[in-house]
């Protein structure tokens, strides 16, 4: 069993438990869920550098990242830097996060956020909303089609986006359907943890132009992304690089200065 298949195996047991706390009508009474939300594929749209900036303590590969800051300091210095949207970590086991570090971004910025979590259930896309995202993000590697076809259709009918994340040919031709906004393509490979940015430049042509084509993990340099820009990619997810640093806005904002 990869790590992936430990984390899905978790996700589903702490949903369970999960749903038997929080009723989903407690859910629904969040002063968020009515809140109008930020579109994200429209700002990479519009956008220059094209950069989402992530809050990460921790991941499975590098252990602890860093805990140094407040999630306040970390979001409010993305802002500020010119990110297009903020992808906040909400998975406790094996990265560190939690809904209030959804939460505690939402009291703080104004910009597009994404629940970055191992979706399996509705019950965490209804917590999305409630949390304040604005998008979530689905893992092609876990769900069947049917279950992208309904977790995505269930996503926009509470108007949140969606980000569809894939690692190989064979899952995005599984997953491409109209209630996707943005196709992202993992420069890492969940098994073997090896990252190569020829993933998301193989896979470039075989995006439909009517997403968003989003570049993740494994971006570091501003030569990345200009050898990402002429395949089409709008997006650029940035995690590590700004959080190893002593201040990852700080950070965000020279390397966004830069592009």
């Known amino acids: 069993?990869?790590?992936l298949d430990k984390i899905i195996v978790d996700k589903k047991r702490e949903v369970i438990l999960k749903?038997?706390?929080i009723p989903v009508s407690q859910l629904e009474a969040s002063v968020f869920f009515g809140k109008q939300t930020i579109s994200l594929s429209q700002n990479l749209r519009n956008s220059n550098s094209g950069i989402i900036a992530e809050h990460k303590r921790r991941s499975p590969s590098k252990s602890i990242i860093n805990n140094n800051f407040t999630v306040e300091e970390v979001v409010k210095?993305?802002?500020?830097?010119g990110a297009c949207g903020i992808s906040v970590l909400t998975d406790g086991k094996y990265f560190g996060g939690s809904l209030d570090d959804l939460l505690l971004a939402r009291a703080s910025v104004n910009i597009p956020l994404l629940r970055k979590e191992f979706i399996v259930d509705e019950y965490q896309i209804l917590e999305a909303k409630a949390h304040g995202a604005d998008l979530i993000l689905?893992?092609?590697a876990?769900?069947?089609r049917e279950e992208i076809k309904s977790l995505s259709e269930f996503a926009k009918n509470l108007g949140l986006e969606v980000l569809l994340e894939v690692h190989n040919l064979e899952e995005l031709e599984k997953s491409i359907m109209p209630t996707l906004d943005m196709i992202?393509?993992?420069n890492r490979n969940l098994k073997t943890f090896e990252v190569s940015l020829d993933f998301s430049k193989e896979l470039a042509e075989k995006i439909p132009d009517e997403f968003v084509k989003v570049s993740e993990s494994g971006i570091s340099s501003i030569e990345a992304i200009h050898e990402l820009k002429p395949y089409g990619y709008k997006g650029f997810l940035i995690g590590e690089n700004f959080m190893k640093t002593d201040n990852a806005g700080q950070a965000a904002t020279e390397f966004i200065s830069r592009i």
């Open 184 to 186: 992202g393509v993992n």
């Open 138 to 140: 689905l893992i092609a």
């Open 19 to 21: 749903k038997s706390i």
């Open 1 to 3: 069993m990869n790590i």
């Open 142 to 144: 876990v769900l069947t």
């Open 77 to 81: 210095g993305y802002e500020n830097a």
